[in-house]
């Protein structure tokens, strides 16, 4: 009996070995290609697959020896889930894209690694190609001081605005407003009612669903705030949601509903309002850019691009999407996925991923592109995104991002329902969120 | 030693597996599925709860009860409780009462009843996330159809998706309207297993219509009444995807119903543990509403 265990387990162990054995040898094969595994999250889906794969294809002509294998994972939240469950799973994607807001969470997790030596082994190359990021982009890289991603399809949020309209009510169109007291100025000449009492077009539309208000949100805080400080500490583990500023903030997009009467009372959701746009039915929305090609394309009338008007100061928020390199791979892994960050995020290819997608391209130098500047002479509306961006600061970011993006969301939306008011609702997400901080502190 | 052993296996197998082995075989299949993917995961669920697991930790941690000491302190979890309750309560009755109607129309011989039959249960087939996202249209505040409707007669638009005043009911009229289709379908085949003769008898005694419902209908349809609002209840509180869809949970987590949180702490914020304490807490709710019924209805059921 013994004997016969004994036997088994010998067996087992020459065939465990074998295998090992075998893997080794067929690594050591120069030949050998080596094959990297890329999550990506994609919000809209449709033709933005078509140009990832176009990108992976183009970098596997220039290097025959890696194959990049594309995985489209769903949304940021997915894409999450997906790569938590395959690092369980110990077969991790070598690199991803996720949103920049979830570096702490990546960072703390241990899912990503800085990539601070990738690029100290460029030299001056690697100094020169992370400064050439625009900073507002560039900011929310960093987990204690160290570089975790790369910024890819980023965005920010402007005014889009109805000349039309504007021309229509006596406002000069080329004048769009600069500041709160504009805005709830020309958002009540712009509110246009019919005899019933209906509102045949709202002066402003801001989407205030769960998942959009935080970002929106961000830009009226920067704009209010006196020290121009964001609604999280850099390192992530401090919520600073209950000032005065804030309650303010959140008090104008009460009164635009319920004072000034020139926003649609209730929740909005964040993709209605491009279609209540077109249809002439809201005179100016906060948007993000990467809606413009649609607008574009579909508006009937004249429409211009804004800076979110300011306050104390100019403010707005950025978000999308950064590069991440996996934990845990091994070092000639990274080194090609790192090659493969570097040749997407080159001036050229973020300049045409910034025209077949409405992203913001975050690097100076795509700006001086050819093919950026007959984007703008096509469509002088781009340009305001770029302009926009030193005023721009992240959106949100701490750790558990998502999770405190529902706790300011959830209170938000009780604030603009009446259950508490601007005040209390910024007191209540504040315990909410240094609750969920206070194990990081 | 050895043969001791063989002999002792060799015994126990002869006196109680050898008579059942093939019983054991045939149902080895549906045992290893049962056991990998139901209670290997509630055994887990239950282990989980009772620790802290919260995103970037290696290991779970033992911390007891804490979870669930922290859902009774916590006013979002009395929230969510409560909206599945409200939501259950507005949904069950009604589609119940709608889907026996519904059954009692179709179980009638009149002309084109195959018609009525598949429509009333169309809405069934459909995913709930393709309903979902058309009565979102319905409900899409000022130009969707609802609000349309109540602006043509003079009414204000209600926006019924951002109230919290609202946003169940709202829910909860789509739901029964897709759900009594459903039991419908069971309480057709209740119907259709009493016996014509008791009608007949009855019609010969003078009975009316009312009174042979609630004197032969209702009674018989007893063991089909109490499966339907088994089904019933346990259904409005396993929904999730029109909550995704509809809402998020908003606003201000006025339609967050306990599915949907569970969803959240799980796979938005990937709090493995706080999830599996949830899961418990529904897996006790169904048990519940399972036991309650059976135990209590069993002694007033007429089986035919």
Request: proline share 4%; with cysteine; hydrophobic share 45%.
């Amino acid at each position: 009996m013994f004997k016969k265990i004994t036997l088994i387990i010998l067996l087992v162990c020459v065939a465990a070995l074998s295998t090992v054995g075998a893997a080794g040898s067929t690594e050591a094969k120069p030949a050998e290609k080596m094959e990297l595994t890329f999550f990506y999250p994609v919000q809209v889906g449709g033709p933005l697959t078509a140009l990832i794969d176009k990108l992976c294809a183009d970098f596997m002509a220039e290097n025959p020896d890696i194959v990049i294998k594309p995985v489209y994972t769903g949304n940021y939240d997915d894409t999450v889930a997906k790569i938590q469950t395959a690092i369980q799973g110990k077969n991790p994607p070598d690199f991803f894209i996720n949103l920049a807001t979830q570096r702490f969470s990546m960072a703390s997790s241990g899912t990503a690694i800085p990539l601070d030596d990738l690029i100290k082994a460029d030299g001056a190359a690697g100094k020169a190609y992370i400064d050439d990021f625009l900073d507002g982009f560039m900011e929310d890289s960093y987990v204690d001081g160290k570089i975790y991603s790369i910024p890819f399809q980023r965005s920010t949020m402007v005014v889009f605005y109805n000349k039309d309209a504007f021309a229509e009510v006596g406002l000069d169109p080329e004048k769009p407003p600069k500041s709160w007291k504009e805005l709830v100025e020309y958002s009540r000449k712009l509110v246009k009612k019919d005899a019933a009492g209906n509102y045949e077009r709202y002066g402003v539309g801001i989407a205030l669903n769960s998942g959009s208000a935080q970002w929106a949100f961000t830009g009226f805080a920067l704009q209010n705030s006196v020290d121009g400080k964001n609604l999280a500490s850099e390192d992530g583990k401090k919520a600073y949601f209950d000032t005065p500023e804030n309650a303010e903030a959140l008090q104008l997009w009460v009164d635009l509903q319920n004072k000034y009467d020139v926003m649609q009372k209730g929740i909005v959701q964040w993709t209605d309002l491009p279609g209540q746009f077109l249809a002439g039915k809201v005179a100016m929305i906060y948007h993000t850019t990467g809606n413009l090609t649609n607008i574009s394309k579909n508006a009937s009338f004249k429409f211009g691009t804004a800076f979110m008007p300011g306050n104390k100061r100019m403010g707005a928020p950025t978000g999308g999407g950064n590069f991440y390199i996996t934990a845990g791979i091994a070092p000639e892994r990274q080194q090609a996925a790192w090659k493969f960050i570097k040749f997407v995020t080159s001036a050229e290819r973020l300049a045409q991923w910034n025209l077949d997608t409405g992203y913001v391209a975050p690097r100076t130098s795509s700006f001086q592109t050819q093919l950026i500047k007959d984007y703008w002479a096509r469509l002088p509306q781009a340009k305001v995104a770029f302009e926009q961006i030193p005023y721009a600061k992240p959106e949100l970011t701490t750790y558990e991002a998502s999770r405190m993006w529902r706790i300011l969301n959830d209170n938000i939306q009780s604030a603009i329902t009446g259950e508490a008011t601007p005040a209390q609702a910024m007191k209540n997400a504040q315990a909410q969120a240094d609750e969920v901080l206070k194990r990081y502190q | 030693m050895k043969t001791t052993l063989t002999r002792g296996y060799a015994v126990r197998l002869s006196r109680g597996m050898k008579t059942n082995l093939k019983a054991w075989i045939l149902l080895a299949p549906s045992l290893v599925f049962l056991l990998t993917f139901t209670v290997f995961p509630i055994l887990r669920s239950f282990f989980l709860g009772l620790t802290q697991y919260e995103f970037g930790m290696r290991s779970p941690e033992f911390i007891g009860l804490e979870n669930y000491i922290n859902f009774a302190k916590s006013a979002l979890f009395w929230k969510i409780m409560g909206n599945t309750l409200y939501f259950s309560f507005l949904t069950v009755l009604p589609s119940m009462v709608i889907g026996l109607g519904l059954a009692m129309i179709v179980n009638t011989k009149i002309h084109g009843v195959g018609f009525i039959r598949t429509s009333f249960f169309y809405p069934v087939i459909m995913p709930m996330i393709a309903i979902a996202s058309i009565w979102m249209f319905i409900y899409m505040a000022e130009s969707g159809m609802l609000d349309q409707l109540l602006m043509a007669v003079g009414l204000k638009a209600m926006n019924v998706l951002s109230y919290r005043e609202t946003v169940i009911p709202a829910m909860s009229f789509m739901y029964v309207w897709k759900e009594a289709g459903y039991l419908m379908i069971f309480f057709l085949s209740g119907l259709q297993n009493i016996s014509g003769e008791l009608y007949e008898a009855a019609t010969i005694d003078g009975a009316s219509p009312f009174t042979m419902f609630r004197k032969i209908t209702l009674p018989l349809l007893g063991p089909t009444l109490l499966f339907v609002s088994t089904i019933a209840l346990t259904n409005s509180v396993k929904l999730v995807d029109h909550i995704v869809i509809m809402t998020e949970g908003g606003p201000n987590n006025g339609s967050t119903m306990l599915l949907y949180h569970i969803y959240q702490q799980g796979f938005a914020w990937f709090d493995q543990a706080k999830a599996s304490a949830l899961t418990v807490v529904m897996l006790v709710i169904m048990l519940a509403i399972a036991m309650i019924q059976f135990v209590n209805a069993d002694s007033r059921i007429h089986y035919n």
